[in-house]
């Protein structure tokens, strides 16, 4: 069944006439107009096509896709759009929080395990510590300087005397 635009056209344009009319008899050709447009369809569940519909998976959504920047085609429409975009950043922000205090419970974790192991270490320094203080004590006492004579102190000067000539010379 033709359109309702289809037939006006069809009926004004030229060569419908002239097959019709007698080949003596010329009329003057009719001015073609440009076909009337189609008045939008109703807004109904059949309004858009299926593959022009918004493909909502939870519901039945017969909303039109929205349109990209360049041109293509969204799956949703712009209500649907709005909405997962709201969701998405909310769930973007939970993981965000989730992974700073994930990362904070990990530094602090490290820093606890260092301060736990710091009586360990101090033990440990402790008794290095000691060992070292034993084995110079013995050291020192095992090295001890010579007793020198009382003879040989009356040989030695009482008092030294240094050399400080250059000092003075400066050139």
């Not at 909502?56 to 975009?85: Q, T, V, W």
């Not at 402790?126 to 020192?140: G, P, V």
């Not at 030294?160 to 050139?171: A, G, K």
Request: net charge positive; proline share 11%; with cysteine.
């Amino acid at each position: 069944m033709p359109s309702h635009a289809s037939t006006q056209t069809a009926a004004l344009s030229p060569s419908s006439s002239s097959s019709r009319g007698s080949a003596t008899s010329e009329s003057p050709p009719l001015p073609a107009s440009p076909p009337l447009p189609a008045s939008p369809p109703p807004l109904t569940s059949t309004a858009v096509r299926d593959d022009l519909r918004c493909k909502y998976p939870y519901k039945a959504c017969f909303h039109p896709r929205s349109i990209k920047k360049d041109g293509e085609m969204h799956s949703l429409c712009e209500f649907h759009r709005k909405k997962a975009n709201s969701i998405q950043k909310i769930y973007a922000t939970k993981r965000r929080q989730q992974l700073r205090a994930l990362k904070k419970h990990k530094i602090l974790q490290h820093k606890q395990r260092e301060t736990d192991d710091l009586p360990d270490r101090v033990e440990s320094f402790a008794t290095r510590l000691e060992h070292e203080l034993d084995a110079s004590q013995q050291y020192e006492y095992e090295r001890r300087p010579p007793q020198i004579k009382p003879d040989s102190r009356r040989d030695a000067p009482t008092t030294r005397q240094f050399d400080m000539s250059f000092l003075l010379n400066h050139s």
